[in-house]
T-cell receptor, first 112, second 115 residues
């Protein structure tokens, strides 16, 4: 079945890099997403990667996909206090881009 | 700004009542999905509509129902509300077709509180 797993918490020092990891089970996924959610707010799409790609870079964000191991990671360079939020890893399946399976979210906290 | 709008933003209902939530898809999108996000959890897929027909459903009881209109706007209806229905309800739209399958965009959600 479809399942997305990620660790619940991550704490990093301001200015360091944050790496949030995720594993998924559905090999037919087309899009793999990273969403950011701040307290009391909706979901903000940070970045996404097609399942036939290995890497995508967008300013401070780098997404790495290991399709063999079904492992997805999000690296945030030079982490700032404004990056404090919950980050959701998610996948959507072929032909159904808005049927998305979410992980339980990783709460990123920033230490001064 | 995703172009997906939801109304209302907040709502308080009494147990046993019925509620209708609304979503306006991004222009040109033909597919909409609804999600329930309980406090402290990730969003859970409720169902998806494609060209006005239900096209996939998650593990939610029949009292959760939906509609998609010819202009691709959508409603989520919940009957016989229970306290556990209290959550943030999100809709997402995308464009699906044989040669096209765009990424999904979410609205800001409707926060429903059942008392």
């Amino acid at each position: 079945g479809e399942d997305v797993e990620q660790s619940l918490f991550l704490s990093v020092r301001e200015g360091d890099s944050s790496v949030i990891n995720c594993t998924y089970t559905d090999s037919s996924s087309t899009y793999l997403y990273w969403y950011k959610q701040e307290p009391g707010a909706g979901l903000q799409l940070l970045t996404y990667i097609f399942s036939n790609m290995d890497m995508k870079q967008d300013q401070r964000l780098t997404v790495l996909l290991n399709k063999k191991d079904k492992h997805l990671s999000l690296r945030i360079a030079d982490t700032q206090t404004g990056d404090s939020a919950i980050y959701f890893c998610a996948e959507s399946i072929v032909g159904s881009a808005s049927k998305i399976i979410f992980g339980s979210g990783t709460r990123l906290s920033i230490r001064p | 700004e995703t172009g997906v709008t939801q109304s209302p933003t907040h709502l308080i209902k009494t147990r046993g009542q019925q509620v209708t939530l609304r979503c306006s898809s991004q222009s040109g999108h033909n597919t909409v999905s609804w999600y329930q996000q309980a406090l402290g959890q990730g969003p859970q897929f409720i169902f998806q509509y494609y060209r006005e027909e239900e096209n996939g459903r998650g593990n939610f009881p029949p009292r959760f129902s939906g509609l998609q209109f010819p202009n691709y706007s959508s409603e989520l209806n919940v009957n016989a509300l229970e306290l556990d229905d209290s959550a943030l309800y999100l809709c997402a739209s995308s464009l699906a077709g044989r040669a096209t399958d765009t990424e999904a965009f979410f609205g800001q959600g409707t926060r429903l509180t059942v008392v």
